[in-house]
């Protein structure tokens, strides 16, 4: 059934890439986000986009007027570099998510989606790069990452509270590191695939084959290609899934292996410098995907290798659209 939804932050990575895929399907959608429209990653002429700050409890009311089904996507997010030096504006989407909560209650719409993050779970069963994969109970006893963490987990609840108390259908996925075309690859926001292939791409435009890694190259991660998210995230909204589930795949790999990965896609090899000083997150992080298998039968399978070869593709298409390859 075709349905009026609104997507927020749908300038930013994974907000461009919904509000595509829900307007293939024959939605009504309403695309908002901060930035001028000019600058979003992705923008459609048959969908309603709205510059709005969704801060102030007055938009996220108009963000909502006449709809049915609400992605709340928008954060002041990055990766590690920048929520490491920005704790007090990621705590400030405690603002959207807030207003958003509210403004949806009030405009009773039938679903909220709240997209959280596996930066909820306890540091402490994240020091080993030889992980055991994250279960869902593991964020508590709560010890969050510093900042960014702590206010998806603060806002997990409020969906929580929100429905307990006032009936508000909420559902909440913690998505683990997404990656993919039409998102962030410079600027300080990028996040580790993202910005090993530009690291990558440069060292092989620049001929100096040689690139910077954050920690020494042995932190432990899984990353999970957009489609998989976009299909993971419709399925935990159409669900009855009522806590937040894990949405991420459970390939780890070590980041020197996904450089390798990107030199193989690349076709060439780099020199590593490894920046020990450099912010570079928990040792170790999988998501373990049991809940997600148990109630949907399904979790993200797309290969690593498969989806940085797109992605590599697309950020160096960026890159070069205006100057020539040199090696
Ligand atoms: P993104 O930064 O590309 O997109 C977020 C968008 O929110 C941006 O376009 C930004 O302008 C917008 N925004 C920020 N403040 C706003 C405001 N006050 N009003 C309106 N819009 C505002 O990030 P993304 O990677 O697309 O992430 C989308 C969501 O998924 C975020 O909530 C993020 O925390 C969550 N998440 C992402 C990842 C990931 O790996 N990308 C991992 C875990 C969780």
């Known amino acids: 059934m075709k349905k009026k939804i609104v997507v927020t932050g749908a300038g930013g990575f994974i907000g461009g890439h919904l509000v595509n895929d829900l307007r293939q399907q024959g939605n ?91 930066c909820v779970y ?14 869902e109970e593991d964020a508590y006893p709560a010890l969050a990452e510093d900042g960014y963490g702590w206010e998806k987990l603060f806002s997990e609840r409020m969906c929580r509270h929100f429905r307990e108390d006032y009936g508000l259908t909420t559902r909440v996925a913690r998505y683990h590191n997404v990656y993919g075309p039409e998102g962030t690859y410079t600027g300080g926001r990028e996040k580790a695939p993202a910005a090993i292939c530009r690291k990558v791409i440069e060292a092989k435009l620049s001929g100096t084959h040689e690139i910077e890694i954050w920690g020494d190259g042995q932190q432990t991660r899984s990353f999970m290609y957009i489609d998989d998210c976009l299909k993971g995230t419709q399925m935990i ?6 806590e ?14 996904l450089v390798d990965i990107t030199e193989d896609v690349a076709g060439i090899k780099v020199k590593r410098r ?48 205006n100057q020539p390859a040199i090696a």
């Open 28 to 118: 009504t959608v309403r695309a908002v986000d901060i930035k001028p429209l000019e600058e979003w990653y992705q923008r459609f002429e048959d969908v309603d986009n709205l510059q709005l700050d969704l801060d102030l409890r007055e938009s996220c009311h108009k963000a909502v007027a006449g709809m049915e089904i609400v992605y709340n996507l928008a954060a002041n997010m990055g990766g590690m570099g920048f929520i490491e030096h920005n704790k007090a504006l990621c705590m400030l989407s405690v603002l959207i998510n807030t207003h958003m909560c509210i403004a949806a209650n009030e405009a009773d719409v039938d679903r909220y989606f709240f997209a959280s993050s596996a």
């Open 122 to 135: 306890n540091a402490d069963k994240q020091r080993d790069r030889n992980v055991v994969a994250l279960k």
């Open 237 to 242: 909204m159409e669900s009855d899934i009522l």
């Open 244 to 257: 937040p589930i894990n949405l991420g795949s459970s390939e780890l790999v070590t980041i020197n292996h």
């Open 274 to 321: 490894y920046d020990l000083g450099a912010p570079k997150g928990v040792n170790g992080r999988n998501s373990d995907n049991t809940l997600i298998q148990n109630y949907l039968g399904w979790e993200p399978s797309i290969r690593l290798r498969d989806g940085m070869e797109r992605t590599y593709a697309w950020i160096y298409d960026q890159m070069t659209s």
